[in-house]
């Protein structure tokens, strides 16, 4: 099973920006859509975005949409998180996650996908 991790977390300032990456193990990793979740304290997983396999579309959920793009370099097996005008409540871990279906579309919903990364924790003060 495909490794991923996560890099790039920190703590901000609300209104700065962060980028997060997300590197795998294995090449194969190109062919596959890859989703970014989130979890506060307290609360449970939530889908942030989403790209295809060859980076054509993207999808995001209302709380980041403007302010969130997600990108991936498949020639380093690498996908972005790109936060901008960040808000205290994009406090959480971040997860990247490799979706099940090779050569699929974007995907929100967390059982779609199958191998996860161990987590960036990103901390917004205000």
């Known amino acids: 099973q495909v490794q991923l991790v996560e890099s790039g977390g920190g703590l901000v300032q609300a209104g700065n920006s962060l980028r997060l990456s997300c590197a795998a193990s294995?090449?194969?990793?190109?062919?596959?859509?890859v989703g970014w979740f989130r979890q506060a304290p307290g609360k449970g997983r939530e889908f942030v975005a989403s790209?295809?396999?060859?980076?054509?579309?993207?999808k995001f959920a209302d709380s980041v949409r403007g302010r969130f793009t997600i990108s991936r370099d498949n020639a380093n097996g690498t996908v972005y998180l790109q936060m901008n005008n960040l808000k205290p409540e994009d406090t959480a871990v971040y997860y990247c996650?490799?979706?099940?279906?090779?050569?699929?579309?974007?995907?929100?919903?967390?059982?779609?996908?199958?191998?996860w990364g161990q987590g960036t924790q990103v901390a917004v003060s205000s």
């Open positions: 996650a490799r979706r099940k279906v090779i050569y699929g579309i974007w995907g929100t919903d967390s059982f779609e996908y199958d191998s």
């Open positions: 294995e090449a194969s990793f190109r062919f596959y859509p």
């Open positions: 790209i295809t396999w060859n980076g054509a579309t993207s």
